[in-house]
T-cell receptor, first 117, second 114 residues
Framework: AQKVTQAQTEISVVEKEDVTLDCVYE???????LFWYKQPPSGELVFLIR??????QNEISGRYSWNFQKSTSSFNFTITASQVVDSAVYFC??????????????FGKGTKLTVNP | KAGVTQTPRYLIKTRGQQVTLSCSPI?????VSWYQQTPGQGLQFLFE???????NKGNFPGRFSGRQFSNSRSEMNVSTLELGDSALYLC?????????????FGEGSWLTVV
């Protein structure tokens, strides 16, 4: 069965600090997809990144970077030089390709990030 | 390009009533899925539709149902509302589903059952 664990429930940092959000997943599939979403108080889930299981290259996008390691089943997200606008709940999610063509995301419980000025 | 649009954004219903929520996917997207978000259970998958057919269903009672129209727009219905159905209901769309494509979410419909 698929499972996503975000062990950090809440993180509080001071602006300009770097922060890493952890994500560990479980799946029996060899082909799967990992996602990160940001949820501000308005409720919308804002897409940040999608990574397939065959692409272990780390990715950097501005102040955001992602570290995907299949050996440890982790897909961690780092925000460099955090800003107050980064305050939100961040979700890691997993989708398996073997669901008969169906799309289903399994989410972690989320990590609430508060960036203080 | 318009994003995923959900209506209504906020609604209050009484226990025992039914509710219908609507979702318009991004133009060209054929897969629409629904999720329920509550403080206790987090984000849970309800069901997914592709080309008017339900391809997958989560572990929810039969009171929760949905459908998809030929223009890919989708509705979900909850009958005989219970207090525990109070939640944020999120709709998502993607081109083909299967996680191969990016999955985009709407702003959600906040349902309160009193």
């Amino acid at each position: 069965a698929q499972k996503v664990t975000q062990a950090q429930t809440e993180i509080s940092v001071v602006e300009k600090e770097d922060v890493t959000l952890d994500c560990v997943y479980e799946t029996r599939d060899t082909t799967y997809y990992l996602f990160w979403y940001k949820q501000p108080p308005s409720g919308e889930l804002v897409f940040l990144i999608r990574r397939n299981s065959f692409d272990e290259q780390n990715e950097i996008s501005g102040r955001y970077s992602w570290n995907f390691q299949k050996s440890t089943s982790s897909f961690n997200f780092t925000i460099t030089a955090s800003q107050v606008v980064d305050s939100a709940v961040y979700f890691c999610a997993l989708s398996e390709a073997s669901q008969g063509g169906s799309e289903k995301l399994v989410f972690g419980k989320g990590t609430k990030l508060t960036v203080n000025p | 390009k318009a994003g995923v649009t959900q209506t209504p954004r906020y609604l209050i219903k009484t226990r025992g009533q039914q509710v219908t929520l609507s979702c318009s996917p991004i133009s060209g997207h054929r897969s629409v899925s629904w999720y329920q978000q509550t403080p206790g259970q987090g984000l849970q998958f309800l069901f997914e539709y592709f080309s008017e057919t339900q391809r997958n269903k989560g572990n929810f009672p039969g009171r929760f149902s949905g459908r998809q129209f030929s223009n890919s727009r989708s509705e979900m219905n909850v009958s005989t509302l219970e207090l525990g159905d109070s939640a944020l209901y999120l709709c998502a769309s993607s081109l083909e589903g299967q996680g191969i494509n990016t999955i985009y979410f709407g702003e959600g419909s906040w349902l309160t059952v009193v």
